[in-house]
């Protein structure tokens, strides 16, 4: 194994609680119901696919252009949200796991479909950590098609079967699965049928590498 990607939410941070504000607020706006469960089923697929789901309730139909609008207010509340965020909220765990991965010689990369992962990164203290990012902003097919995963592998020049991919989310372990990537799997990713290496904790990571 010679680099590890990762998923940034959920695994090496958390930024649900900003994720749920932000989808509330337009549900409101739109009278929709919206609840945790719902928040739950938009882990780890695109802001037009939670969209969708959020959707599911409403009463009327909506143009894509008001799709489109929809989309980026909630992305513009929640790019406001991220502000809150500092390097406390990167896990010792997280934090010096990270670091002995890089000790041991590892490429490490992040494979998010997120279009504020640059930001986040920034907010965590590790915008030059990674050797290769990448994210919403140069994806077209959010997961689980494995195309972010694939570009983060074509970023570090290895090929799939010479990575592993650190997923939180379902949709996720299908990406790594279908990229032809060994995986490891962190709380719902844990018990999918195809995850490679289901986790109880991150720092778990450094017996498989």
């Not at 890089?102 to 479909?113: E, P």
């Not at 590790?126 to 972010?148: C, M, Q, Y």
């Not at 962190?186 to 990571?205: C, I, K, M, R, Y």
């Amino acid at each position: 194994m010679k680099a590890v990607i990762f998923d940034l939410d959920g695994v090496i941070c958390f930024t649900d609680r900003y994720h749920y504000k932000a989808w509330k607020e337009i549900a409101d706006e739109i009278r929709v119901p919206f609840d945790e469960a719902t928040n739950n089923r938009m882990r780890g697929v695109s802001r037009m696919a939670s969209l969708e789901i959020l959707l599911e309730g409403a009463d009327r139909s909506f143009s894509a252009t008001e799709k489109e609008a929809l989309a980026e207010r909630k992305n513009g509340i929640y790019a406001a949200l991220l502000d809150e965020m500092s390097p406390s909220d990167l896990s010792d765990e997280v934090r010096d796991t990270l670091r002995e991965l890089r000790k041991r010689g590892l490429l490490l990369a992040i494979g998010s479909s997120s279009r504020n992962t640059k930001k986040i990164l920034g907010k965590l203290g590790l915008s030059d950590f990674f050797d290769a990012v990448s994210d919403g902003t140069n994806i077209t097919r959010s997961k689980p098609d494995p195309e972010v995963f694939l570009k983060a592998a074509e970023m570090l020049r290895i090929s799939p079967k010479e990575a592993l991919v650190v997923e939180d989310a379902a949709a996720g372990i299908e990406a790594a699965n279908a990229g032809g990537f060994a995986s490891a799997g962190l709380g719902e990713a844990a018990v999918q049928p195809l995850v490679t290496h289901p986790l109880a904790h991150f720092s778990d990571l450094l017996q498989l590498v």
